[in-house]
T-cell receptor, first 115, second 112 residues
Framework: NAGVTQTPKFQVLKTGQSMTLQCAQD?????MSWYRQDPGMGLRLIHY???????DQGEVPNGYNVSRSTTEDFPLRLLSAAPSQTSVYFC??????????????FGPGTRLTVL | AQTVTQSQPEMSVQEAETVTLSCTYD???????LFWYKQPPSRQMILVIR??????QNATENRFSVNFQKAAKSFSLKISDSQLGDAAMYFC?????????FGAGTRLTVKP
């Protein structure tokens, strides 16, 4: 049982380049989400999904796209990277309760630098 | 929108002593969940404790307990018998309807 996995662990991009951060979970969780963590701040929700084919925006969605074609995978796409997107990115998953998501299990994070 | 405030950027505690980390939140919802997560230098986010808003009883997990005051929208974390391994960033979070918000965190130092 690997839990939540993320690739790559580190990435350096040039401004304007595109890339996809990968996230996978093997716990059959309906809910998956992406966060970014900037220095001096907590995690901020970018996008989330409550099941295959269903995605929604979080607190800071601009500049990012997501899709959810399977229960296991939830990739995050940066269409045209900007220095403001330099951050540590976390993927998380959880089961869903009546009042919202249950305890989220986090991946190890991806440190992204945009030059 | 929901917000979470952690008013203590840094705290320190002597090993074996007790420390309390503060958290206040704002939400218009009556049904939500509250969490404390720990982030050690490894960067991994680790769940410390969880509280359902509809439960009046404060959650406890071994040396960790919370003081949940729903009317005051306060959710503090008490760590008893502090250990060197407790040193980390601690984040308070609220979730409702799949929207999760985190506080800015409190850095806890444990002195031997």
């Amino acid at each position: 049982n690997a839990g939540v996995t993320q690739t790559p662990k580190f990435q350096v991009l040039k401004t304007g380049q595109s890339m996809t951060l990968q996230c996978a979970q093997d716990m059959n969780h309906e809910y998956m989400s992406w966060y970014r963590q900037d220095p001096g701040m907590g995690l901020r929700l970018i996008h989330y999904s409550v099941g295959a084919g269903i995605t929604d925006q979080g607190e800071v969605p601009n500049g990012y796209n997501v899709s959810r074609s399977t229960t296991e995978d939830f990739p995050l796409r940066l269409l045209s990277a900007a220095p403001s997107q330099t951050s540590v990115y976390f993927c998380a998953s959880s089961s869903v309760l009546a009042g919202g998501t249950d305890t989220q299990y986090f991946g190890p994070g991806t440190r992204l630098t945009v030059l | 929108a929901q917000t979470v405030t952690q008013s203590q950027p840094e705290m320190s505690v002597q090993e074996a002593e007790t420390v309390t980390l503060s958290c206040t939140y704002d939400t218009s919802e009556s049904d939500y969940y509250l969490f404390w997560y720990k982030q050690p230098p490894s960067r991994q986010m680790i769940l410390v404790i969880r509280q359902e808003a509809y439960k009046q009883q404060n959650a406890t997990e071994n040396r960790f307990s919370v003081n949940f005051q729903k009317a005051a929208k306060s959710f503090s974390l008490k760590i008893s018998d502090s250990q060197l391994g407790d040193a980390a960033m601690y984040f308070c979070a609220i979730v409702n309807n799949n929207d999760m918000r985190f506080g800015a965190g409190t850095r806890l130092t444990v002195k031997p």
